[in-house]
């Protein structure tokens, strides 16, 4: 169906299962009516509820919730997200416009969402291949002497220790979730990593995903659940900087840009 028989078709008219609000009585979710059925979940088991139509028990729940907080709540206003935060109050703008412009560079290649993604499906690839009777030494071999990358979720732009690793792997041995199968892989290529190259090491990117992919979420579901897992150190930036000069915000004199264009010069007129 295209053209004018699909737009006839769905004027005014959307079918959904994902739920519909009925005004003065209640709001049905996947299902489930949210004044009765869900009331009393916590704001991220809703999320995920949406995001996957699951429903977490209270382990994958803290789970949840603390990879939001160990990895992503950082209210450094050095980090590159953060920093537009913090300009966005300096320029005397709205916290809903800092979030939302926060989000949007949250999706960059090497540091954002797309490293996530990337990290994600690389670790479930690498778990198919070791069912599928490769070894982890041949994947990473594979990944860095043939395709001459990285692999995605391992290395760090600045300094090779991640410092989120052990808190997080402190977590998933207590919830017990140090056993599944994308969790062992992600720590035992970080050794065969320490064997080869010593400052090439497991990032957050990387076991974090591993951890979600235990816990069976999709590439795509993973990508949703983790878009917004920045805005707790965003806001804190952001509430740091709104009551401070505008314009404050790390200044930077003309003598310090290394200008490598044209010469100064006069335009004729």
Known sequence: MRGSELLTKSEDNWVTDMGAWFGGDRVIFRG?????????????????YGITGREFDQSQMRLWNSLWVLCASFPEPR???????????????TGSLAISATTAVSEATI?????????????????KQIEGGETLENILNVEMKTKRIIPPGFGRPMISVDERIPP??????????????????AVNLDKLLVDK??????NIAGLAAALAA????????????????FSAGNLACYQDAVYKPAGAFFPLRCEKVSYQGKPHRKWEI
């Open 197 to 202: 190259r010593k400052k090439l090491r497991l």
């Open 32 to 48: 489930k009516n949210l004044f009765t059925d869900l009331f009393d979940k916590s704001w991220m088991e809703v999320l995920l």
């Open 214 to 229: 235990d816990q069976g979420l999709s590439p795509r579901e993973y990508y949703y659940y983790v878009i917004m897992a």
């Open 111 to 127: 540091y954002g969402k797309q490293a996530d993604y990337a990290a994600f499906e690389f670790i479930t690839r690498a778990n």
């Open 168 to 185: 997080v792997i402190k977590l998933a041995e207590e919830l017990g979730f140090d056993k599944g199968a994308h969790f062992k892989i």
């Open 79 to 93: 980090i590159w997200n953060n920093r537009v935060a913090s300009l966005t109050a300096t320029a005397k703008s």
